[in-house]
């Protein structure tokens, strides 16, 4: 089962969103995110936040309201709903904007998650803890981005620079624009994670 989570960060086409959300999806809303699945025509299950940056949804679809003053943002409240509600694929939109410590925050709730990626118009954003692989991504670019520390034994394949059981140091860039030469990419580690950021490189 998929949950997609529609934040209220920068999305620039509604038929860019549209073509993205499969029929079976389970879409929840987090605060002004519903703003853009309304204009969208996405059918949506679900409306949570604080309704700070938007007005409160005079509609009939569920809706959770919560206090302003609290200690998780709207996303995360959303990406907790979806885990603790049996959703094991989560795919995010509008999670990424001019307020960095949004996005760098909304980028961390992956690591609360076994299968999620964050997609804006420019990048597809996936947790590496372990393995990854890509599929039908030939000549995109990929960055590895180590967080909380330094990302040890990692192994790559399909892509143009490769890693043999080597390190990607936390704070150093080896690991940015790489490039997938192949249909199949894949990366192991032997500990550590880090993101792992798609894109046409542009």
Request: glycine share 10%; aromatic share 8%; charged share 25%.
């Amino acid at each position: 089962m998929r949950a997609v989570i529609i934040g209220n960060g920068k999305i620039s086409s509604y038929a860019w969103l549209t073509e993205r959300i499969r029929h079976d999806d389970f879409v929840i809303c987090a605060d002004g995110g519903y703003i853009y699945a309304d204009n969208a025509g996405i059918k949506i299950n679900l409306i949570m936040g604080d309704f700070d940056s938007a007005p409160e949804p005079d509609t009939d679809t569920a809706k959770l309201v919560y206090p302003v003053r609290k200690d998780y943002t709207d996303s995360e409240i959303c990406v907790k709903y979806a885990l603790e509600h049996g959703y094991d694929e989560i795919l995010m939109f509008g999670m990424t904007a001019s307020r960095m410590d949004h996005t760098l925050t909304n980028m961390l709730l992956l690591m609360q998650c076994e299968n999620a990626c964050i997609v804006d118009d420019n990048n597809e954003i996936y947790l590496l803890r372990g393995s990854f692989c890509a599929k039908n991504k030939k000549g995109k670019t990929l960055s590895i981005i180590p967080i909380g520390g330094d990302i040890n034994g990692i192994t790559t394949k399909g892509l143009d620079y490769p890693l043999r059981n080597e390190t990607l140091y936390m704070g150093e860039s080896r690991g940015n624009s790489n490039v997938i030469c192949d249909d199949y990419c894949e990366i192991t580690t032997r500990d550590g994670i880090g993101f792992v950021i798609i894109n046409d490189g542009e």
